[in-house]
């Protein structure tokens, strides 16, 4: 099942610089999208969501851009801090889906100083 | 900041016997989820449970899996006649309503060790 990708498995990325992290699905049907961080040891913490009648969320650092002719979705951290070293997953929902999130399987993203 | 509470942090259970996971919802949620990952796997769905009622379920909560709502604040998921396959981590989440557009909080987790 790989209705959720997301293609890079890592990102390096300097202290204040822009994080850039991306999600592809197949399911048309889906029309709401979230991004989530996980710390090591801990639950994934919801971060930002978009729905499909959108194109542009924002939320203070965390911008989410989605293109459904593409059916790609990425998440814009900027700038990046340290502290925002972590897994990224991306997950997907659609509306009658009985709130069954999909998700892709994580980049892990390291800000350096 | 409100959060979903599991326990334990870490269960080992031999293999053949019960485990039952527990967790506290966020207070004012109505719905409330099961999802597992195995180590180097997606995370992945269980069940949803809305009004004391599984509101969808995938396959692999088969009739070993099934989820309570015991009392007003705990959520339980009870595998019985566990299974080395069901070494996880199992997360709870929770939301304030269903359908789209309700973001999903989660908690750290339990992780799973079948002996």
């Known amino acids: 099942d790989q209705q959720v990708k997301q293609n890079s498995p890592s990102l390096s990325v300097q202290e204040g610089r822009i994080s850039i992290l991306n999600c592809d699905y197949t399911?048309?049907?889906?029309?709401?999208f979230l991004w989530y961080k996980k710390y090591p040891a801990e639950g994934p913490t919801f971060l930002i969501s978009?729905?499909?009648?959108?194109d542009k969320n924002e939320d203070g650092r965390f911008t989410v851009f989605l293109n459904k002719s593409a059916k790609h979705l990425s998440l814009h951290i900027v700038p990046s801090q340290p502290g925002d070293s972590a897994v990224y997953f991306c997950?997907?929902?659609?509306?009658?889906?009985?709130?069954?999130?999909?998700f892709g399987t994580g980049t892990q993203l390291k800000v350096e100083l | 900041e409100p959060e979903v509470t599991q326990t334990p942090s870490h269960q080992v259970t031999q293999m053949g016997q019960e485990v039952i996971l527990r967790c506290v919802p966020i207070?004012?949620?109505?719905?409330f989820y099961w999802y597992r990952q195995i180590l180097g796997q997606k995370v992945e769905f269980l069940v949803s449970?809305?009004?004391?009622?599984?509101?969808?379920k995938s396959e692999i909560f088969d009739d070993q899996f099934s989820v309570e709502r015991p009392d007003g604040s705990n959520f339980t998921l009870k595998i019985r006649s566990t299974k080395l396959e069901d070494s996880a981590m199992y997360f709870c989440?929770?939301?304030?309503?269903?359908?789209?557009?309700?973001?999903?909080?989660f908690g750290d987790g339990t992780r799973l060790s079948i002996l």
């Open positions: 399911n048309s049907m889906f029309d709401y």
């Open positions: 207070s004012n949620h109505l719905y």
């Open positions: 989440a929770s939301s304030r309503q269903g359908g789209s557009n309700q973001p999903q909080h």
């Open positions: 978009i729905s499909s009648i959108k």
């Open positions: 997950a997907a929902d659609l509306t009658g889906g009985g709130n069954k999130l999909t």
């Open positions: 449970f809305y009004n004391n009622e599984i509101s969808e």
